[in-house]
Structure formats: structure tokens, C-alpha cells
């Protein structure tokens, strides 16, 4: 598929199983991750890949998460299943850093494209995803066990996988002139 067709018609899949991007095509995908955009330089941005027994541990934490948050059982269930949407899940940190000249909000915006990267890669090759995010991104036992610090942000959960369901058909396209202008 060319990049132009991709981009014009790319939809999400939010039902994923196997197979998942391996190899060489998972390369490809977190080598896509790591040519975004990037004010400095400064790469602020790290990828967990998680499958196989990483989901586990996945579910696991957001399981203990949602215990220790007394959020209920439902919510516990619900946690303990997540993580086995697809078969894998690239989780991206933004590490912003203190600099003179590229502030905190670029860097947000440099992690944000390397999920958009990502999804694209995997699109591109024949893959499907979903980027995922929740409250989970914010949640202080998640963070730590996903080594995420404070000042860090998860930016999201990029599920990845082959399309269990057909792929939703092209979005109509909104009007526009509700947002684009000429200057
Ligand atoms: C930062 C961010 C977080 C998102 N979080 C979720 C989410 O938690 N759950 C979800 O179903 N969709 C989420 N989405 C939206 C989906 O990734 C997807 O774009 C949406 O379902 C529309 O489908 P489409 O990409 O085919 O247009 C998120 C999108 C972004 C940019």
C-alpha cells in the first residue's frame, strides 16, 4: 500500500489477535517509532514491548492496580482482561527533560507521533491497532511498574495485532471548511 493511500484510509482495529508483528516487521515498526519528529534531538520517549509472558505481567499489574484502588470488581475483571486484546502492546513513555529551547509540550507532542508512526508501520504492512489509553496512563501503581517516573507520561497502549473482525470502512470526511483555513 502506498503511504498516501494509508493515510488517506487508515482505520483503527480494535479487535486483534494473531498473528502479532515479529521479527523483522516488528523492527520496522519501532524503527518508524524512533524517526518521528523530534525537536533537539532528544528522543524523549521510550517503547515496552509487551507479549507473551510481558502481557501477563500486564495484566497483572493493572489487576493489583485496580485492588489497591479498591475500584471494584468489575473494574478488577475488566483490568485483568485488557492487556489480551491484541497480541501485543507497545506502551509509550514520554521522558520529557528540562531544556532551554524544546519545552515540555513538544516533547508530549514527539511521543504522541511515535505511536501515529507505529500504527502506520504496522498498517503498512499488513497489520492492524488501536491506539489505547485510559485511566491506566495515569495511575501511580501502573506507572511505577512500568518504570514510568513522576514527571513521565504514558502517552498510550498501542495495541498491535492481526484484525479479528473486518476493518471498519472509510470514515466520511467532515466538511473541511470547519477546519481548515487559508491565511
Ligand atoms: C491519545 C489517544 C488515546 C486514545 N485512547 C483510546 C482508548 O483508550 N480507547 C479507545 O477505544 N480509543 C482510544 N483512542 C482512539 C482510537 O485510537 C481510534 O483513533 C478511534 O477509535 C477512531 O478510530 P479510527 O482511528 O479508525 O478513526 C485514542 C486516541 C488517541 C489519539
Redo the contacts with the bound molecule.
Sequence with gaps: MDALTLLLN?????RLTTPAPAGEALQNILTAGMRAPDHGALRPWHFIVMQDEGLIKFSQLLEQAAIVGEMGPEVEEKARHAPFRAPLIITVIAKIVDHPKVPDWEQLVAA?CT??AM?MAALAQGFGG?????SWTEDPIVKAGLGCAENEKI???LYLGTPALK??SK?QQPDMSDFVSYF
Design positions: 487508515r482505520r483503527s482495529a480494535s504522541g505511536v501515529q500504527q488501536i491506539w489505547r489509553s485510559g502517552v498510550g497502549f476493518v471498519p470514515v
